[in-house]
């Protein structure tokens, strides 16, 4: 429906839109993280565009690309009653200098999901008014949602206690046990 | 389990005048705590549905003398933790837990403040018994009101006997396998 959204961003921007896809109704633009901001202000404030509410924003680890995170922010206009989806791609294999501009300036209300991806994913967002996890504690090391975290790696705030022991049925292997799966790198995604 | 059919140790000698009754003076505290249980309830997730309508007055949590809640660890004895405790939380837990003063009891409520449940990751904490002791473990998710009450009388034996070694609630027989039954002799399931 709004591939005329896409139409209006390759004709504005050229070069700095990546990659575009339409498909199942929904329109997608992989842009270059250094244009990230520009183009946000840019859908927000265009006539044609008038995305006034940002919906979500989230990273996704692809720890075989590079780069390997990819920032995903869907944007929706209440007024002329389109969606888009913007991507850009940020950070080395290693997980490092994964940094892109904040959006809390067009949209305040990309805030906290700009916090919850820097707690989860390690992105850091250039600008922000207020960087801080918000999901996990203060003194966690790391990012968990990162595919290299290994996911039952507890990091416990008050030491454990010793000398006892589970009671059947219970016993340290209760549980499910997709958790303990082994990231191994180099594995297609 | 759970039932209180143990050795009573109070007697009463009929014949005199009045009648009199003779008891161990630990026997008697452990008579009156056990049926004055002031708890604190740690409800942090779903399981509180269960905890909520364990003690509403179609289970009647009052018969154990155990229904007054009280929301100071200072005037409590019986800690119930309801519900997944993250590691985020377990600081406080374990704060709440040194606030109370003794005698002082810890229940589980549920598989995932027993063991973690299916939470097998880095957020959450794998059974509180890895931070404070726990007395009684009640398994299920959520466990049902007479599974808790099972629980409750376990505990209540064991304040009597005072007995510190954890109790943990045995599942009771399915009821699913009444259904089996009539499938087996060909009479109908009621739908």
């Keep these: 429906m709004s591939q005329k959204l896409l139409d209006i961003l390759k004709a504005q921007f050229g070069s700095d839109i990546l990659e575009t896809k339409s498909e199942h109704g929904d ?11 520009k183009i946000a202000r840019f859908l927000r404030d265009d006539s044609r565009c008038d995305m006034q509410m940002m919906v979500d924003l989230c990273g996704v680890d692809y720890p075989s690309r590079e ?9 929706h206009s209440i007024n002329l009653r389109h969606r888009l989806r913007l991507k850009t791609r940020v950070g080395d ?12 300036s067009v949209w ?33 090391v790391g990012h968990p949602l990162r595919k290299d975290y290994p996911a039952d790696k507890a990091q416990p705030l008050v030491p454990f206690r010793e000398g006892y ?4 049925p219970f016993d340290r292997f209760e549980g499910m046990s997709f958790g303990r799966q082994v990231f191994r790198s180099g594995k297609a995604d | 389990m759970g039932e ?13 005048e009045q009648g009199f009754a003779t008891t ?36 009647d949590i009052a018969r154990f003398g155990a229904e007054a809640p009280r929301f100071s660890p200072r005037q409590s004895d019986l800690l119930w933790v309801v519900g997944t405790i993250s590691q985020r939380q377990a ?8 606030q109370m003063l003794d005698p002082k009891w810890v229940l589980a409520f549920g598989t995932c403040a027993s063991c973690g449940g299916f939470y097998d990751n880095y957020t959450t904490l794998a059974g509180i018994d890895k931070i404070i002791p726990c007395d009684v473990y009640i398994p299920g998710c959520p466990p049902r009101p007479e599974a808790v009450f099972d629980g409750l009388m376990l505990l209540q034996d064991k304040i009597a006997r005072g007995d510190r070694t954890p109790g943990i609630v045995k599942p009771r027989n399915d009821p699913g396998g009444l259904v089996q039954l009539g499938h087996k002799t060909g009479t109908k399931a009621p739908a």
């Excluded at chain 1, 329109?27 to 990230?36: F, I, K, N």
């Excluded at chain 1, 022991?165 to 059947?168: G, I, T, V, Y």
């Excluded at chain 2, 600081?91 to 040194?98: D, S």
């Design chain 1, 27 to 37: 329109d997608t633009a992989v842009v270059l993280p250094g244009s990230w901001l």
């Design chain 1, 165 to 168: 022991e589970k009671l059947p």
């Design chain 1, 108 to 140: 305040s209300g990309a805030n906290w999901f700009e916090r919850e991806t820097f707690d989860m994913m390690g992105v850091v967002f250039v600008g922000h008014p207020d960087l801080r996890r918000i999901l996990m504690y203060p003194e966690f």
């Design chain 2, 24 to 59: 161990r003076l630990d026997a008697l505290l452990g008579w009156a705590r056990k049926y004055s249980l002031f708890m604190y309830p740690f409800v942090t997730a779903c399981c509180g549905m269960e905890f909520f309508s364990m003690t509403s007055p179609r289970y």
């Design chain 2, 91 to 98: 600081p406080v837990l374990k704060r709440i837990y040194e």
């Design chain 1, 93 to 104: 294999a290693e997980g490092d200098g994964a940094e892109l501009d904040s959006v809390v």
């Design chain 1, 67 to 75: 780069p390997r995170f990819e920032v995903v922010m869907h944007l």
């Design chain 2, 4 to 16: 209180v059919n143990g050795p009573t140790t109070t007697r009463v000698f009929e014949g005199s």
